[in-house]
């Protein structure tokens, strides 16, 4: 598999976690903060989204910190329009997705910038693959504790490792990305 094919699935997979949280809570709980300081699942959906699609947009001619992007106002949250938080969402991901199948092989060594400070593509990619799941995982801790015992698990539930391990070695060695499961299962 090469590079362009396995973040493309990777990218999908942090997707899919956050998407599956989302699908849990209710309209209070993706509003919900701790306290003063933290962040709602909301508001980490607009950060997210909002670097998206700076980074993404012209991504290979412009630097990816864009002149028109606030990113102190994405951690407030002006209003509590789940409607237009998750059409955001959905066209920043939309907007990742199409960036990245129209890079070719050549592209990976260019040089892009982000706040003047030059990157490969690679690098510059592997930048976002390290922040997105940053908040990926805060997305999922925040559903988890929210939804206490009525979480449903997004892996391997608590005491299950050792019959999903006796499936899994119940098959033939293969080779085949660690998403692709989760990919057939949303396909199907």
């Not at 990816?64 to 059409?87: I, M, P, S, T, Y």
Request: hydrophobic letters at 35%; zero cysteines; aromatic letters at 12%.
């Amino acid at each position: 598999m090469n590079y362009l094919e396995d973040i493309q699935k990777l990218f999908l997979y942090y997707k899919h976690l956050v998407d599956s949280t989302l699908g849990q809570l209710d309209d209070t709980q993706l509003f919900w903060r701790y306290n003063e300081e933290s962040n709602s699942v909301a508001v980490l959906i607009q950060h997210i989204s909002g670097n998206m699609k700076s980074r993404f947009t012209d991504f290979l001619t412009a630097d990816g910190e864009k002149e028109w992007r606030n990113r102190d106002a994405e951690f407030e949250l002006v209003d509590q329009d789940k409607d237009r938080l998750f059409r955001e969402w959905e066209e920043s991901w939309n907007h990742l997705f199409a960036t990245l199948k129209n890079l070719e092989f050549e592209d990976l060594s260019r040089t892009v910038y982000i706040r003047n400070q030059g990157h490969t593509v690679v690098e510059a990619i592997n930048r976002q693959l390290a922040h997105y799941p940053y908040h990926v995982g805060q997305i999922v801790m925040l559903g988890k504790m929210m939804k206490g015992n009525n979480w449903r698990s997004l892996s391997i539930p608590k005491g299950e490792s050792q019959a999903y391990n006796a499936v899994k070695f119940t098959q033939l060695r293969h080779v085949e990305h660690f998403t692709d499961e989760m990919l057939r299962h949303l396909d199907g």
